[in-house]
């Protein structure tokens, strides 16, 4: 093999050109951008000596890349995912995998065919020192054992603009749902990933509570763990200024993330133990108090392509494997599904009960008679990072 990846993107909207400005920018090491590709190609000129295609099969089928990011609206990730896959290439797919949990099974299981081809999933937030440090402490027994959960992320603010920025954005038909498979999948894939998944949901999602949109924009979830945690999560992208504090007990202490600060505070002993020993009645254990130190990433979506990068040519293992990305379109399919059904959802999630409901909705969806208004300029960089 080369030592040297060449690299295409297909989707050329906010988040491919913030890929390819650090690909060309030579952020990422044995990695060479060869060619760009949009629906609309000729907003694409700037990107000239690069080869420039008007739809993905074509650039996937040129010969001029060995892998491809895909950073198109969700519903064509799992099919373009698959024609890559059956044409020889590594695939890097944006958030979420596929719109919905029975295409990102069908995606999976094309990998499974081509497992020699690596598969990875743009989950920047897994390269951030906060959630290390958190997953960690956690996989050390820091905490003990978890018993309560709550993340409430309600600063994903967005305008109505925004949602008129594009046809897909917001339908059930372009987008396959609102805050929770787009903004909150990064928290969910970290929440999965630092804690597992959950056994059961109910969740109340109230749809375009604060936008002229058809999909959800605030959402009140509660999830049950195997191990009899609990979990409370609270979103929304029309609450301003919003919150974003994370909260994690174990028997053994108390981690919260706010404000851009991860506090331990540890029990000297195992709660559940100083209960059974304790003589008194109205006594706590004695604790420790510990500011955990962090920086932020700098460029964590070049890291991780860095690491996609790495795996192709040496074996390094992925940081975000494709595969993982199931588990947060579950939980965004399920926390949506148990509030349409107005029920409580035992998981794993029937992916199929889950699509037909999902049809049912784009049936009447308003996907492609949305009006499209660009967006005036502004620093996209500024949406990422919770
Ligand atoms: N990881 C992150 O931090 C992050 C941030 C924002 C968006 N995203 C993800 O990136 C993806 C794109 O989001 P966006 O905000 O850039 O959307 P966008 O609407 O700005 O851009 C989408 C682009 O895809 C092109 N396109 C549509 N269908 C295509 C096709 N079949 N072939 C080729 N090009 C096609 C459109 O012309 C457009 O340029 C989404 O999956 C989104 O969830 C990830």
Known sequence: MSDKIRVGIIGMGNMGKYHADYLLNNKVSRCELTAVCSTSPHKLESYKPLKIFDNGEKLIRSGEVDAVIIATPHYQHKELGIAALENGLHIMVEKPIAAHKADAERLIEAHRKHPSQ?????????????????????QDGELGEIVRINWVITDWYRTEAYYQSGGWRATWKGEGGGVLINQCLHNLDTLQWLCGMPSRVRSFCDLGRYHDIEVEDNVTSYLEYPNRATGVFVTSSGEAPGSNRFEIAGTQGKLVLENNKLTFTRNEVDMIEFSKQAKVGFHKPDVWYADIPFQNAVGAHAQLMQNFVNAILDGEPLIAPGADGLQSIELANVL???????????????????????QELSASSNYGRKKVVELSNEDFAQSFNR
């Open 118 to 138: 690596v598969f990875a999933a743009m989950f920047q937030l897994r390269i951030e020192p906060r959630y290390q440090k958190i997953r960690k402490l956690i």
């Open 336 to 358: 949506l599904y148990s509030s349409l059904m107005d029920q409580s959802i035992d998981l794993p999630l029937d992916s199929h009960a889950y699509e037909q409901k999902l």
